[in-house]
């Protein structure tokens, strides 16, 4: 127990901000836990259980300190020394967030001492002086999401809140009194994330993205009306809903882009249904619902996507809404149609989108958007050569010709958005998808999508072929590209040429010239990098029972056949460690896979020949193969 200091735990909880009169405790982790990081973005998070042989507490391990869970340095039972922290306090809990520490000693076998939870003897100390607890801190300590509310408590300065970026914690403006005149800055700033009908004393620092007409609705209990808007914060996104009286109140206040803090409002469980978000839960205004436009809204992100690639929108099922992001290929004219339900005249306008996967889809536009698309009052810079990145969220989703898109109202539109996703489109765009020409992008039709499925990639059966069928049935040599499936096994990948040194910059992918040892130059960029990124351009000779066949693949399928980054194993080359370059080349060997092809003929030294491109490769669902081969024997039987 000596190795732990006593009392070290509670001292860090009293000091009340991130001093503690110099000392730096030793304490034992006891367990490491990673959270969900649902976002998408930013680095991974951990939570610790700390103890000091006589409590133990939980504690949020912040960003700069993950990379130590990460080496494995922090690890269950080891000792730390604990350099700097906050304590911060949230609705009567305390929420260590350790911001530098030092490894002491690797994992003992054991716990140190018998710690109790300080949490469970702090609540018996106060009953036992008479206090009541406070009635919303009756969530569970293990609370989920919860344990990463973290409010800073004043008193530590500045230090606290921009320490915890990475806990949501945004640093707190000045004015934060609602038209009440009531101080919101009394209240914790939750993130969205953690936002639960266990817990009722909260604010949300949140952007509106999308806000509804207002609806009149009637039905057997009566009439009324309603309207809702999305909120979305770091954490995530939550969806709100005001009726009757609060429509009139709330309204009016809330305009789409803006930020505001808004408190005081129920938390439900999430009807889906109504719903294009995956939280679980969504607001409902009442009368005690306070909200209050935020000046400070630099760290709020503008809007969340999860988008779908074009060539998996058969995953998703008709009439659900999706977010995508593509290329506007073509822009169509406005046309008018009669609307069967209103008989009243509507416009519309067609976009084909197009990304990286070789498909294209179409997408409806209706009504006003339809009307200004393209125009300096409505899209700027989506004229018929723009070509700009669009993303759409929540658009809906139809069969009508096999797959198609249409934006309906709570659907939002933005051109060039500044997204990883959007620069990769744009670079991939620039350097090879305008020189394909729409009609080599592949379309989804009535009879359904001939070519990718959902998820698996396996192609309809339609579409497989073997080596000879392929060959025989000159796939490839018309002008349009053809498309079909091969289940084949790898027994040779070309190991000249396998990998090139590639521009760094996401989505540029250009070959770099080394100029001196850490000096590799991008033309296209006019840059000048330390080191390349290394990506595949893969030879692979594929065979099945009837033949065998060339394949080309870039980058994507490299790593996904060799299990290994083109970078990892440049390295294993540079230094020479040829047992490991060559063990990652063998695992490819004798391995079968679905290899979707993209057949093309080419002209090389004048001499035309058809050119194998594998837009994706998946393995063998094995039991649903073994299926189609017994309905196979069964039609030879017959
Ligand atoms: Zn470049």
């Not at 914790?188 to 004393?201: C, G, V």
């Not at 408190?263 to 439900?268: D, F, L, P, T, Y």
């Not at 809204?297 to 809404?321: S, W």
């Not at 090879?432 to 999508?449: D, I, P």
Request: proline share 4%; aromatic share 8%.
């Amino acid at each position: 127990m000596s190795q732990l200091t006593q009392g070290g735990i509670r001292r860090m909880v009293e000091s009340g901000g991130s001093s503690n009169n110099g000392e730096q405790p030793i304490c034992q982790i006891l367990t490491v836990k990673k959270i969900a990081n649902n976002s998408g973005t930013g680095a991974d998070r951990y939570r610790v259980i700390l103890s000091d042989g006589e409590v133990y507490i939980q504690a949020m391990l912040s960003t700069q300190t993950a990379h130590l869970v990460e080496e494995g340095q922090v690890d269950r039972h080891c000792l730390v020394r604990v350099m700097h922290f906050t304590a911060n306090q949230v609705s009567g809990r305390t929420i260590l967030v350790i911001l530098e520490l030092e490894i002491v000693s690797g994992p003992l076998d054991a716990r140190i001492g018998d710690p109790q939870n300080i949490e469970k003897l702090d609540e018996a100390g106060k009953s036992n002086a008479g206090n009541v607890a406070p009635s919303n801190n009756a969530q569970p300590t293990s609370g989920g999401a919860n344990s990463s509310v973290v409010k800073n408590e004043g008193g530590g300065g500045g230090y606290g809140a921009q320490s915890m970026g990475a806990s949501n914690a945004p640093a707190r403006p000045a004015q934060r009194t609602t038209s009440a005149g009531i101080d919101m800055s009394k209240m914790p700033i939750f993130p969205i994330e953690a936002l639960s009908p266990y817990q009722n004393k909260w604010t949300i620092k949140a952007r509106v993205t999308t806000k509804s007409e207002i609806k009149q609705w009637h039905n057997a209990r009566g009439e009324g009306k309603l309207f809702s808007c999305n909120f979305l914060d770091e954490s995530g996104e939550i969806k709100a809903t005001g009726f009757n009286e609060h429509v009139d109140r709330l309204y009016p206040l809330l305009k789409e882009g803006h930020v505001y803090y808004v408190s005081k409002a129920k938390v439900n469980i999430a009807r889906k249904k109504f719903s294009n978000l995956s939280n679980e839960y969504e607001i409902a205004f009442d009368r005690d619902t306070q909200i209050s436009e935020c000046a400070d809204a630099n760290d709020v992100p503008d809007i969340k996507f999860n988008f779908t690639a074009l060539d998996n929108l058969d995953g998703v099922e008709p009439k659900q809404t999706c977010d995508v992001i593509g290329i506007v290929e073509q822009v169509g004219e406005m046309t008018e149609i009669t609307s069967k339900a209103s008989q009243k005249p509507i416009t519309k306008r067609e976009l084909t989108l197009v990304d990286q996967s070789g498909m294209s889809v179409r997408l409806t536009l209706w009504g006003k958007t339809a009307e200004t698309y393209g125009t300096p009052s409505g899209q700027p810079g989506c004229g018929p050569e723009d070509k700009p990145v669009i993303g759409f969220k929540g658009v809906s989703v139809s069969d009508f010709g096999g797959r198609s898109l249409s934006m309906f109202t709570s659907s939002t539109m933005h051109v060039n958005p500044d997204i990883p996703e959007a620069h990769g489109l744009r670079g991939w765009y620039d350097a090879e998808g305008n020189r394909l020409g729409a009609q080599s992008f592949k379309t989804y039709n009535s009879a359904g999508l001939g070519g990718t499925g959902a998820g698996d990639g396996a192609m309809s059966n339609k579409e497989r072929k073997t080596i000879d069928q392929a060959k025989n049935e000159q796939l490839g040599m018309s002008e349009k590209p053809d498309y079909f499936n091969v289940k084949g096994t790898i027994i040779f990948v070309k190991q000249d040429n396998l990998y090139y040194p590639a521009c760094p910059k996401e989505g540029c992918n250009k070959k770099v010239t080394q100029m001196e040892q850490s000096s590799w130059r991008c033309e296209k960029c006019d840059m000048n990098y330390e080191a390349p990124q290394y990506r595949y351009i893969i030879n692979t000779n594929v065979q099945d029972h009837t033949g065998s066949i060339w394949l080309s693949g870039f980058n994507e399928v490299g790593e996904q056949m060799l299990g290994a980054t083109a970078t990892e194993l440049a390295q294993l080359k540079d230094n020479g460690d040829d047992a490991a370059y060559n063990e990652i080349m063998e695992r490819a060997y004798g391995h079968t896979w679905i290899f979707n092809i993209r057949a093309k003929q080419d002209t090389f030294n004048d001499v035309p020949r058809v050119r194998y491109n594998i837009t994706r490769m998946s393995s063998i669902d094995f039991a649903k193969e073994g299926g189609q081969l017994v309905e196979g024997i069964k039609k030879m039987m017959n």
